[in-house]
């Protein structure tokens, strides 16, 4: 991951985590979404309201990333949960295919601009 930079928003309050990507068709200049959460937590993500499938990759406390998932578009009324395989600080979401770059026990940089 240290040769790969996202340009992300961020969502650090509970009205963007709930909202997320949901109805958003493109992100401009934007690779993704960063949910950064003032302590570990152990939400799930589901993709009601997507309109494009997403990858999510989620980081401990440390910055670490703990896996990546692929999470397809649902058009069900009850949809699939994903999450990470113990509580996580930050999650990364982007359009399917854009996280490549992420894998497990890469560490994360946090670059304000």
Sequence with gaps: MAD???????????EA????????????PLDGLLFAFPEPVDA????????????????DAAGTCMNVVTM????????????????YRWALEGPAGTLTGIAEGDRMTIAAR
């Design 17 to 28: 985590w709930t909202r997320g990507l949901s109805d958003v068709d493109d992100l401009g």
């Design 4 to 14: 790969h930079e996202y340009r992300v928003a961020v969502a650090d309050d509970p």
């Design 44 to 59: 799930k993500f589901f993709m009601k309201g997507a309109s494009m499938p997403l990858d999510i990759a989620f980081f």
């Design 72 to 87: 397809p578009l649902c058009v069900a009324e009850t949809c699939p949960t994903y999450g990470a395989r113990s509580p």
